[in-house]
């Protein structure tokens, strides 16, 4: 619980301290994060591939912050089209995951954020609500960007 508390203040001035720095922009997906880049250039790499754009459909912002355990990652969205919508990562989750769990993880925030997909159990893919370090292989994309699985 300690250390939870430490972690939680730290986050919250690297919060304060980004804010005022510019935005990166990717296709209408922004990040002062660097490491987050990669993924959100293989998001839309693969949304081009699949759905034949490579720009988000919503301004979306994404940033690290401490979801309440054991949530890793949450979208925020509203149905106002001007408000940009927010995926906020948790910061130790990302630290210790592996390159497949990061993209699972951003796969299935973006998702929601910019596919308005909503949960979806009937089978093993993106959208299932826990995050299994599934193999993301060409079918499990494919259900995912065409389906919402
Ligand atoms: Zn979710």
């Not at 660097?34 to 959100?40: A, H, L, Q, S, V």
């Not at 979306?60 to 912050?65: F, K, L, N, Q, T």
């Not at 949450?74 to 940009?84: A, E, F, G």
């Not at 909503?118 to 089978?123: D, F, G, L, T």
Request: proline share 3%; with cysteine.
């Amino acid at each position: 619980m300690k250390y939870f508390l430490k972690f939680a203040v730290h986050t919250y001035f690297i919060l304060i301290f980004t804010s005022c720095s510019t935005f990166s922009r990717i296709s209408g997906i922004y990040t002062d994060i660097e490491t987050f880049r990669p993924y959100i250039t293989e998001y839309i790499n693969l949304k081009q591939i699949y759905l034949g754009t490579d720009k988000a459909y919503y301004a979306i912002d994404i940033i690290y912050g401490t979801p309440e355990f054991p949530t890793v990652g949450q979208c925020y969205r509203t149905s106002d089209p001007d408000l940009s919508r927010q995926v906020i990562i948790n910061a130790q989750f990302w630290a210790n995951s592996n390159d497949n769990e990061r993209l699972e993880l951003l796969l299935h925030e973006l998702g929601h954020c910019d596919l308005n997909f909503s949960h979806q159990e009937e089978r093993v893919g993106i959208m299932n609500a826990k995050l299994k370090n599934k193999e993301l292989t060409d079918t499990v994309i494919k259900d995912f960007f065409l389906e919402g699985i």
